[in-house]
């Protein structure tokens, strides 16, 4: 279910806002520096505020400590109040933060896969990076270019990427993680040493250690992240084309119907989230749903892997006369708010601003507009239903019938035996999550929680990560979805409901959760629902040799067409 479970530890940016700021509104224009406290490691960022010529903010960042950091394009600030923020999509980052009243300070939160306290203050001159001493003759601009490797995390697989380039400063060096939508993050530092190369990621407390083969076509090597080594081998790339995975079922424009990019707000949470409605040619009113993407910070697309499901299904849908909105997860990409202290509950309120957003559009049909969830979606849409009468129906798209303890007990089972262990050792593993949840689903207080959990994952979870794992299993949203009964929603949902499941989801196991769902509606008296497990589908409903989440990126099939053909046609017949 939960993507975080099996995500690579790579860093994705969030951040906390501050109360309004009660006099003039501070002035942001200047440089400002502020020092990121990354484990042991310290970088110091600089940010460049000025305005243009119409006086909207723009700025650029600088990492002084990583060679080759400076001049990040930020891509979009702003500036409410005593509330500031800025993004760069070139490094999936965001900051959000408050001034103090005196307008010299801002203080907030940056966060790469976890919140980490940043606060800027302003300065007269900005620092300067550090030149080096002197510049090794080894640097002479061999290695320059692209080079791809292929990284085995035993639950998923991940293309990682190095551009390496030589310059006066040195080797520099980005990395990409393309499955995970994640470019450009700056390497701290790069190395080479004859057949030697050592490539540092500190922010992420990684490290790549390899040796360079004599055609300089390979780098045999290790990527090192916490505790954790892997194998790690680098092959320079001739053709850019070689990074694309191929995806045969991802649209091309143009569109034989209208997109647009929106923006809505969701009162309740006080934020704006961007989004795109796809609306039918033809003069309407259309049917209309909302797309709900699954658990883990996800753009429109719901991309991850390569794959963008929710590209392909609202695409799908629009063809067939269904207008289709699709939105960033608050916090993420294009959406204001903060995504790292947000809960299921949360999400469903910005499912609902959605639904209104709908309603105020004239092509849109206001007695047929539906939900259709995906994963942690397919928990929201009955959550949604369950207490809007103008929801018209309902698609649970490997959607749960139980509570998440129960899934993830299953989940650890079932993806462990995928990866080759056997059902006893899986079993091990299984029984040692469960004692984990159980005491999650029994202490309320975050304090004694993770004093009970630090008690029980001693000697199972290294120390070095020890308080990055207490911190995410006591965050806002883990607690919310452990002890979440998805059941009382579903006997509350009157209104049609669609809800499937591949037969080889290991991460929402059918014959756990398809017969919950069932009995939850019946019990509810909800007499027009079809629950139905797809024979051969992995949980993103591709077809799948096995199902295990490491086989997701090597399919090239986005969504099976048998799914996308059955949720179009389910809907235009309600």
Known sequence: MSNRRIAFGLIVMAGVLGSVFGQAPPNPVGDWQGTLHVGSAELRLVLHVSKNDDGALKATLDSIDQPGSNGIAVTSISLEGAKF??????????????FTTDGATVRGTWTQGQPLPLDFKRVGSAMKTPKPSHIAATLDGALDGTWLGNLDTGAVKLRIVFHLAATADGLTATMDSPDQNVKGIPATSATRNGSSLVIEMKQMAGKFEGKINPGLSSIDGTWTQGPASLPLVLARVNDSAELERRRPQNPVPPYPYRS???????????????????????????????????????????????????????DYLTRRGIAVLRTDDRGVAKSG?????????????DTEAGVAYLKSRPEVNPRKIGLVGHSEGGIIAPMVAARNPDIAFIVMMAGSGVNGEEILVAQTQLIAEAAGATHADAGKGAAQERAMLDIVASEKDVVALKKKLRENLAGKVPEEKMDATLK?????????????????????????????????????PPNQNLPAIRKALEDGGNHNFEV???????????????????????????????????????????
């Open 260 to 314: 647009e990019d929106v923006e809505y707000s969701n009162p309740v949470a006080n934020i704006k989230l961007a989004a795109t409605l796809t609306i039918p040619k033809g003069a309407g009113p259309f049917p209309a749903v909302v797309l709900i993407t699954g658990s883990g910070p996800q753009d429109r697309d719901e991309a991850l892997l390569g794959h963008k499901p929710f590209l392909v299904l609202s």
């Open 337 to 349: 708010g903060t995504f790292a202290t947000a809960t299921t509950a949360d999400f469903a309120t």
């Open 85 to 98: 923020a800025f993004t760069s999509a070139a490094i999936h980052g965001s900051y959000q933060g408050k």
């Open 532 to 574: 139905e497990e797809l024979p051969g589908l992995n949980h993103l409903f591709q077809t799948a040799p096995t199902g295990a989440p490491s086989e997701y990126s090597e399919i090239e099939e986005t969504i099976a067409p048998v799914v996308l053909d059955k949720i179009a046609s389910w809907i235009l017949k309600q």
């Open 472 to 508: 995410q299993i006591a965050s806002p949203w883990y607690l919310y979805f452990v002890t979440y009964d998805p059941a009382p929603a579903l006997r509350t949902v009157k209104c049609p409901v669609l809800a499937i499941g591949g037969s080889k989801d290991l991460q929402v």
